[in-house]
Each structure stands twice: as C-alpha cells, then as structure tokens.
C-alpha cells in the first residue's frame, strides 16, 4: 500500500509565496510521473503541475512563471513552490503520484489535500 502525505499550505497574503510538499511512502519501485493538481470551491479539480521521473516538467498557462515543481527521487518526494500568489490561487492543492509498486503494479494515489488560501 502506497501513501500520500502532504504539508504546507497556510494563509498568505496576495504576492506572498507558499512551499508545498508531498512525501509518497510503502511498497515503492518507481514514480513516473508526480504532480500537484489544485480544486477551487464549487469548481472541479484541475492540472497545476506535473514533472517526469526524467525531470521534464508541464504547467497550466494560469501558473506559468510563478510555480516551479521539482522532485527529490530519493527521498520519493514532490515540491511545489509557489511565488506572487494571487487571490485566485486559492484552492485545496492535491499531489498526485504514478506509482509503480507490487499489487497493484501501477496506479495513481493522492494526497489528502492541503488549504492554500491567498487573501487580496
């Protein structure tokens, strides 16, 4: 069995900055891919970032330039640093892992999910 912890979330003021954490523990051979996805109230839950085991990284347009994913392989872990939050950032951030472990042998676990909230 595969888990998902996630920490660093917090109240910031508008412009202010967040580091996000997620830390994947169990049976663990590889992660392919990990990622942060992010759900706004009465909204559904969308892609904010995603990066490869490779290191190749992929960003929604609205984050572009102001969050920066990056993952620590051996520690089987995912950041996601978040600079000049706006109001609209503000959302429960949720990391999501590609994981190839026992039984089953690939699936996809998340996080419990973390409060961002970004006042004006």
């Known amino acids: 069995q595969v888990q998902l912890v996630e920490s660093g979330g917090g109240l910031v003021q508008a412009g202010g900055s967040l580091r996000l954490s997620c830390a994947a523990s169990g049976t663990i051979f590889s992660i392919p891919i990990m990622g942060w996805y992010r759900q706004a109230p009465g909204k559904q839950r969308e892609l904010v970032a995603t990066v490869t085991s490779g290191g190749s990284t992929n960003y929604a347009d609205t984050v572009k330039g102001r969050f920066t994913i990056s993952r620590d392989n051996a520690k089987n872990m995912v950041y996601l640093q978040m600079n000049s939050l706006k109001p609209e950032d503000t959302a429960v951030y949720y990391c999501?892992?590609?994981?190839?472990?026992?039984?089953?042998?690939?699936?996809?676990?998340w996080g419990q999910g973390t409060q961002v909230t970004v006042s004006s």
């Open positions: 999501k892992m590609v994981v190839l472990s026992t039984t089953p042998r690939v699936a996809d676990y």
